[in-house]
């Protein structure tokens, strides 16, 4: 019996099953790249309340990795937003948009390695330039974590770059528009990239370029998985739970940001230090930077409760409060309603 040749239809559903089937294992290889050093570490466990202690190398490359997925995830969901009407005859002016976002990839490490030289100038790895830059990381990962400010920091900049998309194609799309398109797709990459190289740097200074690199390889190929699922699959993935989810874990790395540049300056005397008088199992400190002071317990408190508060307070001012209003107006209505029907 004659072997049947496949049809075109039945060859391209085998490719888009390959090309799935290839960035799967992709994420697959990078999740579990980041799982495995999460849990082996070359640094052993080191006394919590020594001048030289550190995070634990698999510390550093899962928070450098994970901080770099979650800004990478956003960034697709923009260029997707920005992008979702550029189908049919529209479908090339999405090329604008991706020669801008790759601009921005290159933007990005141009102002890691300027980054870099600044650092220099300034004196390299000392303890007052690692408290610096850690209080930088922990401000960049605040602006991050903050649901009260998500609504402008989030919601607003894609609302903002949907506005100029409609006002750029409200004309026949000229090379003004194709221009406009293609700094749209620049702008939205290069801030997640520009937040990217300032949080790291504190990594970089205390633990190298090489564990920072190594998180960021493995954040980039989950990113870019994500993105070819979104764009090349066209794949509708469960954006809002990946966002709460490696919101979730942020959280977690701001807390370890947090320890971490507490003790920095409480070294570089910044800060003065005051024992709680108990000692903490090594790898509390190693992974998780708490260390047995008053200080730093306290401001990793402080930055939960920020974190905590803001999402309630989120809630109960753009969700909670309008639903409280309306219903306290349908109710008035009734009663308006009622009080007319009344002979």
């Known amino acids: 019996m004659l072997n049947r040749c496949p049809t075109a239809d039945e060859i391209a559903a085998r490719k888009r099953l390959?090309?799935?089937?290839?960035?799967?294992?992709?994420?697959?290889?990078?999740?579990?790249?980041?799982?495995?050093?999460?849990?082996?570490?070359?640094?052993?466990?080191?006394?919590?309340?020594?001048?030289?202690?550190?995070?634990?190398?698999?510390?550093?490359?899962?928070?450098?990795?994970?901080?770099?997925?979650?800004?990478?995830?956003?960034?697709?969901?923009?260029?997707?937003?920005?992008?979702?009407?550029?189908?049919?005859?529209?479908?090339?002016?999405?090329?604008?948009?991706?020669?801008?976002?790759?601009?921005?990839?290159?933007?990005?490490?141009?102002?890691?390695?300027?980054?870099?030289?600044?650092?220099?100038?300034?004196?390299?790895?000392?303890?007052?330039?690692?408290?610096?830059?850690?209080?930088?990381?922990?401000?960049?990962?605040?602006?991050v974590m903050n649901w009260f400010f998500h609504k402008v920091y989030w919601t607003g900049w894609i609302s903002a770059h949907n506005r100029t998309r409609k006002k750029l194609l409200g004309r026949e799309p000229g090379r003004r528009a194709l221009l406009g398109l293609a700094v749209l797709?620049?702008?939205?990459?290069?801030?997640?990239?520009?937040?990217?190289?300032?949080f790291l740097q504190n990594l970089r200074i205390k633990a190298g370029d090489g564990a920072v690199l190594e998180g960021v390889a493995l954040g980039f190929a989950l990113t870019v998985a994500v993105g070819v699922a979104t764009f090349v699959l066209q794949h509708k993935l469960p954006y809002r739970r990946m966002l709460v989810a490696t919101g979730v874990l942020l959280g977690f790395v701001l807390l370890v940001m947090v320890g971490e540049s507490i003790q920095e300056m409480q070294l570089a005397g910044w800060l003065p230090t005051h024992s709680i008088g108990v000692s903490f199992p090594g790898f509390v400190g190693l992974w998780f930077a708490t260390f047995p002071t008053v200080e730093g317990i306290v401001a990793q408190a402080i930055a939960a409760a920020a974190v905590i508060g803001s999402y309630f307070l989120a809630e109960q001012v753009r969700i909670k409060a309008p639903r409280a209003r309306a219903a306290r107006e349908r109710e008035r209505r009734s009663e308006l309603a009622a009080s007319t029907d009344l002979p």
């Open 18 to 143: 390959l090309r799935r089937s290839a960035w799967t294992l992709v994420a697959a290889l990078a999740v579990g790249a980041l799982a495995w050093k999460a849990v082996t570490s070359p640094d052993g466990v080191t006394d919590p309340t020594a001048a030289d202690a550190h995070l634990a190398h698999g510390a550093v490359v899962l928070d450098s990795g994970l901080l770099v997925f979650r800004e990478g995830l956003e960034a697709v969901l923009v260029l997707a937003a920005l992008t979702a009407s550029f189908v049919g005859a529209n479908r090339g002016l999405r090329k604008p948009v991706a020669a801008g976002a790759g601009s921005a990839l290159l933007a990005s490490v141009a102002t890691w390695f300027l980054a870099i030289v600044v650092i220099g100038a300034l004196g390299g790895p000392g303890l007052d330039l690692q408290a610096a830059t850690g209080l930088l990381a922990v401000a960049v990962l605040l602006v």
């Open 185 to 198: 797709g620049f702008t939205a990459v290069y801030r997640e990239g520009f937040e990217i190289v300032l």
